[in-house]
């Protein structure tokens, strides 16, 4: 399975394109959040199973608790953040990496959309016990469209083009 700091990195190329509209926090959260399912299962059966938060209704549940209260957990992590690890007095090469601490309820509903979404997809690819339309069908059309190989190239070009992009708008504004 693409685990989860292969989802996450590739949202950075959304972050780069729309950054006003899109929180990579939220996206990250719900991407976390939804592997949770696999975590617990891997812990307490020795499997990574994935099961109801995999779906497309669980996703969704994910989702909208991500946009709805979520962002106020991130807003706290941006705030950490920019306070504590990025400290000018101890890391004053890092500035650039500082983040607003408010998360509006646009990029928050896009960042978690687009997260709970793009992991369903992503996992679907390569996950033999994926039943992404469970309870509805049992079927995944998408499993081997995408090998597990192909799909964290994927994620790593994904993140490779976001950054490019961002070390492009920063040098453009110096």
């Not at 950075?12 to 996206?27: D, E």
């Not at 307490?44 to 608790?65: E, R, S």
């Not at 992503?122 to 994926?130: A, E, K, Q, T, Y």
């Amino acid at each position: 399975m693409p685990v989860t700091p292969f989802h996450i990195v590739a949202g950075v190329v959304v972050k780069s394109v729309k950054p006003k509209y899109f929180s990579w926090t939220v996206f990250a959260l719900a991407n976390v959040l939804i592997d949770t399912e696999a975590v617990y299962y891997f812990f307490t059966t020795g499997i990574p199973q994935h099961k109801y938060f995999h779906t497309w209704i669980g996703a969704t549940v994910i989702l909208i608790f991500c946009a709805l209260l979520g962002k106020y957990l991130c807003q706290f992590w941006l705030w950490i953040w920019n306070n504590i690890f990025l400290n000018r007095r101890y890391f004053p090469y890092l500035q650039n990496f500082r983040s607003g601490t408010k998360i509006d309820s646009v990029s928050a509903w896009v960042g978690a959309t687009v997260g709970a979404y793009t992991h369903i997809i992503l996992d679907s690819f390569v996950n033999l016990d994926m039943k992404p339309y469970f309870p509805f069908s049992d079927e995944n059309h998408l499993l081997g469209l995408i090998s597990l190989k192909n799909t964290y190239y994927l994620c790593i070009g994904l993140f490779v083009i976001g950054m490019m992009m961002y070390i492009y708008k920063i040098l453009k504004k110096k």
